[in-house]
């Protein structure tokens, strides 16, 4: 698992004064940067130099407690499935000062070729990254609600 915390911004938030549900797409994106750092060169090396983009194909998002501005989110990411072209990524984003689940996102991408915008097989150090942070018993994405 790969794991980083981050504030919510005054911009993120709607008029009820939580993060807008569409806000939590563009932090599992922040979370999938991260994740790919290790690669050569990080995630802009595997899109920019070397072509390889990872699209997504499915989004999944079960959101069980509101967070706010001026509260910090802990987004945890892991694999919870890897194939030969695609994978599905696990981001929990984790409420700071209580350690309360906000949401759970997955999230499947599919290894793209950027020229050809063609599915190719996954490159060896993007399957071995992907492999390194896989569940091995992931638990459902409402494990951890109350309620």
Excluded: C, N, W
């Excluded at 005054?10 to 807008?20: H, L, R, S, T």
């Excluded at 695609?86 to 290894?111: E, F, K, N, P, Q």
């Excluded at 063609?118 to 390194?132: F, H, K, N, T």
């Amino acid at each position: 698992m790969v794991s980083f915390e981050r504030p919510i911004r005054f911009e993120e938030v709607d008029a009820a004064g939580i993060v807008f549900f569409a806000h939590h797409l563009a932090y599992a994106h922040e979370a999938m940067e991260r994740f790919f750092a290790p690669l050569d060169g990080g995630y802009a090396g595997l899109i920019l130099g070397r072509r390889i983009g990872l699209p997504a194909v499915r989004v999944e998002a079960d959101y069980a407690a509101p967070a706010r501005y001026g509260e910090a989110l802990r987004i945890e990411t892991s694999v919870v499935h890897l194939g030969g072209r695609s994978a599905t990524l696990r981001y929990r984003m984790i409420r700071v000062h209580d350690g309360v689940l906000s949401a759970d996102l997955r999230h499947t991408v599919v290894t793209t070729d950027l020229v050809r915008l063609a599915s190719v097989p996954m490159p060896e150090d993007v399957r071995a990254l992907l492999r390194a942070h896989l569940e091995l018993d992931p638990a459902p994405a409402d494990a951890g609600r109350s309620g």
